[in-house]
């Protein structure tokens, strides 16, 4: 497969920007549906990259591009991630007391299982 060119290769990089930032305001708004479905747009080119990107020789100016949408696509995602680990940790913790409690009445009420 042959290299994408540079300026493809920007574009890519500049369209997981826009797409992380969309992200970021779905999570804080709390819209889980939507956070999802750009997820899944934002997982689909970041695996054309990842698959297509090697061997591409960028010049410094586009290195320095690349740079900053990445410092950029980093921001967002702790800024996701500082709105959804709280929430998944909480969940799992819910999950966690289910389990147990399923045990607990498994062991302790034997005709509610």
Same mark, same amino acid.
């Given at each position: 497969?042959?290299?994408?060119?540079?300026?493809?290769?920007l574009?890519l990089?500049?369209?997981?920007?826009? #797409?992380m930032?969309?992200? +970021?305001?779905? /999570?804080?708004a709390?819209d %889980?549906?939507?956070?999802?479905?750009?997820?899944?747009q934002?997982?689909?080119?970041t695996?054309?990259?990842?698959?297509?990107?090697?061997?591409?020789?960028?010049?410094?100016?586009?290195k320095q591009?690349?740079?900053?949408l990445l410092?950029?696509? #980093?921001?967002d995602?702790? +800024?996701?991630? /500082?709105?959804?680990?709280? %929430?998944?940790?909480?969940?799992?913790q819910?999950?966690g007391?289910t389990g147990t409690q399923?045990?607990l009445?498994?062991?302790?009420?034997?005709?509610?299982?």
């Open positions: 497969m042959a290299a994408m060119a540079p300026d493809e290769v574009q990089y500049h369209a997981i920007s826009v #797409l930032a969309q992200m +970021a305001r779905a /999570a804080e709390r %889980w549906d939507r956070l999802r479905t750009i997820e899944n934002c997982r689909d080119i695996h054309r990259l990842m698959s297509e990107e090697a061997g591409t020789a960028l010049s410094d100016q586009q591009r690349k740079f900053e410092k950029q696509i #980093l921001a995602d702790a +800024a996701i991630r /500082a709105v959804t680990q709280p %929430w998944m940790d909480e969940l799992q819910l999950i007391r399923q045990k009445n498994k062991a302790y009420r034997p005709g509610l299982h």
